[in-house]
Nanobody, 120 residues
Framework: QVRLVESGGGLVQAGGSLRLSCAASGIIFSINKWGWYRQAPGKQRDLVASITNGDDSPNYADSVNGRVTISKDDVTSTVYLQIDNLKPEETAVYYC?????????????WGQGTQVTVTS
């Protein structure tokens, strides 16, 4: 069974930066796509960024483009999300998702989420 664990969330002032991490564990043959989503209280879960194996152009939501960088480490099966110039309205639980192939076949796994709180 593939498991994702996020870390790096916390309390930050507006204008600050955070680097979120998400590590995958289990018997994983390949991860084809990673994504970061966020969900604010009372709102839907929205895509922040995604990166596809072999694709040199990550995908970013318009609201974060230019302030966010998604990167991955295939050796450690870890994905990162660097967020700069954070805004209070970006307070949310941030989730990572991975899709790939494991000993159990194709998988799509979500992490438990990490809270990001931005104060004004």
């Amino acid at each position: 069974q593939v498991r994702l664990v996020e870390s790096g969330g916390g309390l930050v002032q507006a204008g600050g930066s955070l680097r979120l991490s998400c590590a995958a564990s289990g018997i994983i043959f390949s991860i084809n796509k990673w994504g970061w989503y966020r969900q604010a209280p009372g709102k839907q879960r929205d895509l922040v960024a995604s990166i596809t194996n072999g694709d040199d152009s990550p995908n970013y939501a318009d609201s974060v483009n230019g302030r966010v960088t998604i990167s991955k480490d295939d050796v450690t099966s870890t994905v990162y999300l660097q967020i700069d110039n954070l805004k209070p309205e970006e307070t949310a639980v941030y989730y990572c998702v991975a899709r790939g192939d494991s000993e159990s076949g194709n998988f799509a796994a979500w992490g438990q989420g990490t809270q990001v709180t931005v104060t004004s």
